[in-house]
């Protein structure tokens, strides 16, 4: 169960654009902030070698895989690579069910209710609310009355450690963080700073909410 990696912190560190002569530093930074769940997305640098290279160093602690996924075959060369987490910014079934016959996670895209029922019944692991930016706290509180309550709900988009705590009122399971978090060439105690800031946000989020239940 993907809920595994997702109790302790669900935060999905998104390194687009990562090269992968950085890749261990920046592992190593989001480590020490508690993350568990890093996606290396295809359209950077060699990306099958940034996810080699993490999942051989972390792949006992954190869940490694790709992101923007778009094509079947990509999903033999990830698992290849020591990946066990597809991430879509679509829900194209076809890659769902090549993903879950492989035995990997998959965390397709969905922008609308259809989209994210029938990503699960595909077997989704999770769902990604992408672009958050379009999603709001409303609409995703609106969409956590009739998905069910097991399923995370991922917002993804424009995400900072601001913003989080009306998802979080609303039923978010997590985040999945990308430029707030990581740009390629961004320093190493940058990174790990921010990855801090996004953990305490989480967490402060999640104590906010027990207060009020």
Known sequence: MIRAWLD???????????QPDEALNVGHALRDAAFRVIEVP?????????????ASAFGE???????????????AQIA??????????????????AAKRAGLYCVP????????????????????LFPAEQLTPAVLKAWRAVIPRDLAMLPVGGITPET??????AGAGGFGLGSALYVPGRDTDDIRRRAHAFAQAWKAGIASEGTHA
Not at 8 to 18: D, K, M, S
Not at 61 to 75: K, S
Not at 109 to 128: C, M, Q
Not at 164 to 169: E, L, N, Q, S, V
């Open 8 to 18: 302790t912190l669900p935060l999905v560190a998104i390194l687009r654009g990562v």
């Open 42 to 54: 295809m359209n950077s640098p060699e990306p099958l070698d940034s996810i080699r290279q993490l």
């Open 61 to 75: 602690h954190c869940l490694i895989g790709a992101g923007t996924v778009l094509r079947i075959e990509h999903v």
């Open 80 to 97: 290849a690579a020591g990946g066990r987490l597809i991430v879509m910014p679509h829900a194209d079934v076809a890659v769902i069910t």
């Open 109 to 128: 895209g969905v922008a609308t209710p259809t989209e994210a029922f029938a990503a699960i019944h595909a077997g989704a692991d999770a769902i990604k």
């Open 164 to 169: 989080m705590a009306p998802y979080i009122a």
